[in-house]
C-alpha cells in the first residue's frame, strides 16, 4: 500500500515543486496590503496549513477505530489468560484419564477368567495354523 502512496505522492509532489519555483511574483496580502509576498510561499504555505489540517483530521476520524482497537486488546488479553487456564486443566484432565486407562488395562489383564465378548469374538475370527 505505501508503495501505491510513493507512486501517486511523488509525480504530484514534483509537478508542484516545479510550480512554486517557477511562481516569483510578488503580491499582497489582503489584509496587508503595504506587504509583499511571493506567490510560491504563499502556496507553500497554504499546503502545509491544508497538509497538517488533513492530518488532524485522518486522526480525529480514525478515533472510534482506536478506541475499538485498545478494547480488543483488552479482550484479547483477557481471552489468553483464559485459554492458559483451560489448557492447563486439559492437560491436567488428559493425565487423569491416561492413568485412568492404565488402571483399567491392569484390572483387565488381571481377569483373564471367562469372557463371554471374548468366546463371540473367537466364533467369528479366522482359525490360527495350530487350530486346524
Same mark, same amino acid.
Given at each position: 500500500?505505501?508503495?501505491?502512496?510513493?507512486?501517486?505522492? =511523488?509525480?504530484?509532489?514534483?509537478?508542484?515543486?516545479?510550480?512554486?519555483?517557477?511562481?516569483?511574483?510578488?503580491?499582497?496580502?489582503?489584509?496587508?496590503?503595504?506587504?509583499?509576498?511571493?506567490?510560491?510561499?504563499?502556496?507553500?504555505?497554504?499546503?502545509?496549513?491544508?497538509?497538517?489540517?488533513? #492530518?488532524?483530521?485522518?486522526?480525529?476520524?480514525?478515533?472510534?477505530? #482506536?478506541?475499538?482497537?485498545?478494547?480488543? #486488546?483488552?479482550?484479547?488479553?483477557?481471552?489468553?489468560?483464559?485459554?492458559?487456564? =483451560?489448557?492447563?486443566? #486439559?492437560?491436567? =484432565?488428559?493425565?487423569?484419564?491416561?492413568?485412568?486407562?492404565?488402571?483399567?488395562?491392569?484390572?483387565?489383564?488381571?481377569?483373564?477368567?471367562?469372557?463371554?465378548?471374548?468366546?463371540?469374538?473367537?466364533?467369528?475370527?479366522?482359525?490360527?495354523?495350530?487350530?486346524?
Amino acid at each position: 500500500m505505501w508503495v501505491l502512496k510513493v507512486v501517486i505522492f =511523488l509525480p504530484l509532489l514534483t509537478f508542484f515543486v516545479m510550480f512554486l519555483v517557477q511562481n516569483n511574483e510578488l503580491v499582497a496580502l489582503w489584509p496587508f496590503a503595504d506587504l509583499q509576498i511571493a506567490v510560491s510561499v504563499v502556496y507553500f504555505v497554504l499546503f502545509c496549513l491544508g497538509y497538517i489540517a488533513g #492530518r488532524l483530521f485522518a486522526w480525529s476520524a480514525y478515533a472510534p477505530l #482506536r478506541s475499538m482497537v485498545r478494547k480488543q #486488546r483488552k479482550e484479547h488479553k483477557q481471552l489468553s489468560k483464559e485459554h492458559e487456564k =483451560l489448557n492447563l486443566e #486439559r492437560e491436567k =484432565l488428559n493425565k487423569q484419564v491416561v492413568s485412568l486407562q492404565d488402571e483399567v488395562d491392569n484390572k483387565n489383564e488381571k481377569s483373564e477368567g471367562f469372557s463371554l465378548n471374548k468366546k463371540i469374538k473367537g466364533w467369528f475370527s479366522h482359525p490360527e495354523v495350530d487350530d486346524k
